[in-house]
């Protein structure tokens, strides 16, 4: 029986591989980036800025008009500093293929759900990579099997996800902390299977001309763990909760205005929250002769847990502006700050981009914290505003 | 009684010609040349749009392209970037419209987010080429208003209807174009566009036209001049298929995703 399902795996990764061998693309990219801190660390064992490296490979073949999609992509982080952010991860490992008005993926990867900018409250499937960056936006692969049914003007899905994924912290040398390090040894469940309990989702969305909807449910372990200091031990201990999840994500796309809304409610044995994050983008006509582009953004938070350290954006308001010079080498700004209306704390974040010659681009990326309030769980990583230019060569 | 009907049935007839306006007549051919495109189908073909600066340096970016037909409104189209290689990856579902602005969705692999997109950056050059996304989206009837001028010599021992478009839709970069279009199976050869202040601001010209399916003309070459920057885009055609099997299912959310 063993060597049955050997023979039959090997033959269907043969079948695989043969495939793929055909016409499969191998791209990724390389990145050396460099990060400054602006203010002396605020915990002992905090280092300073130093470098890292990147390396994300991927491999993807598409057969029968695009229908069938097979791709292996996986991501390594080199730290000077911190160990902790030393990590490896296979973002996405599966297939995905179509026929009729349906589409099947099985396999590890990354799901995207939500429409606002400042902040994804709806988007759940994957766990984030808090090892690797500040704004939530690197996610762990996550093993999952879907099914999609496709309509004319929307699609339903089924999500399956067999196993968990916890989340990555940097380490006691890494900033954007707490004054305790995350333990990421000993982690709670309140499910007795742990990281075997299966999760499942569904999703459905649909556009209605101008307007696109999407309604998500999730039932399963929560993405975000509950904190809970150990002083014995000097760490903070993760808990991972069951939950269930309400989700509604709305975009209206006129000419110049975006409207967007994105709403959860959150169904958990200690706690049940609702939460928001609304607002709009406004775009300029073309600014210049050249064609520029440039958006005005605002987007209000707010979560009903109140201040506390789970809920960053609680009654935040998010204005920015993002520019595209439209040129040929793809230049692009993005300047923000969250502003916390119940006190003086402020958040400002700037990202830049640019192809810089051949397979080459350049990333900029800024963050400072003002004004911090003492109750606000920013309070943390006050000390922590950098500042981190990323140097990528595209293969 | 034949006799008398025909001499004024051709009377008539020319006084109808006689009677047609520049506008009406230059509709007409637009109507014909949009004719002559009925019922393709469906098409995929790859493009490479290669764009110099004054000073000669070129950048390459390299789509593949993917055309669905509609019936009684615009076509559906999905556009996959290949290069340059920090875009890979990166597709754009377009649902055109005539008047009605068209929905645009784009796809960001990095995210692995479907993005809804305002399609009123019209004028915006596409990805810094000097073509700007008007000139690439679908060219339905309404769009313009019609304009016809005189027919001349297009080169090749080609005869070409002059005709003057004007948009029809807000936030274009033009005020008008000069289209020439052959009479004898309605290729566009050639377009000046002129800026809101009126300068010639581009000249477009396509060449080496290849028939396909016996009645589909397309050109495997556009070269477009911008007369005010000395910039240039050149965008290759190649690889064209029709009626590939493609249907509204590859033009999806989901399909753009894959």
Redesign the interface.
Known sequence: MKNKILTSSCLVLGLLLSLTAQAGEF?G?IGLEGRYFLDDAAYTGQTAGGLALSLEPEY?H?WD???N?FTVKTFSRWDQKDDKRNHHDIRQLDL?M?T??W?FQAGI????WG?TESQHLVDIINQTDGAEGTDG?DKLGQPLFRV?H?Q?NG?VSFYLLPYFRERTFGGKAGRFRAALPVDTNNVSYESTKKEKHIDYAVRL?H?FD?L?VGLSYFDGTARSPLFKPDLRSGVLKQHYPLIKQVGLDL?Y????W?WKLETINREAKKENYTAAVGGFEY?F??IT???S?LGLLAEYHHDSRGEVLQAQFQNDLFLAARMSL?????TEFLAGTFFDLDHQTKIFRMEASR?IGK?L?LNIEAQTFMDVDKKDALSNVKKDGFIQIEL?K?? | MIKYILPVAIALFSVNVMAETPEEKGFRIAKAAEASNDGFGDNTADMTMTLKNRAGQSSVRKIHSKVLEVKGDGDKSLSLFDTPADVKGTSMLTFSHGLKTDDQWLYLPALKRVKRISSRNKSGPFMGSEFAFEDLGSQEIEKYKYKYLREEACGKGWKCHVIERTPAYKYSGYTRMMSWIDTNAYRLVKVDFYDRKNAKMKTLVSTGFKQYLGKYWRPNLMSMQNHLTGKSTTLQWSNYKFRTGLSHRDFNKNALAR
Do not use: C, H, M, W
């Not at chain 1, 990867?109 to 995207?112: D, P, Q």
């Not at chain 1, 439209?326 to 793809?330: L, T």
């Open positions: 791209s990219n993807k598409k008009n695009d229908n999609v995905v179509a009729g008005d589409e990867s990354r799901v995207f429409v936006e999609s496709i004319e699609t969305t556009t101008a696109d975009q796309t006129g000419e110049e975006l775009s006509p073309a002769e050249s064609g582009d439209n040129d040929a080498e793809g192809r397979g681009k990528q595209y293969f």
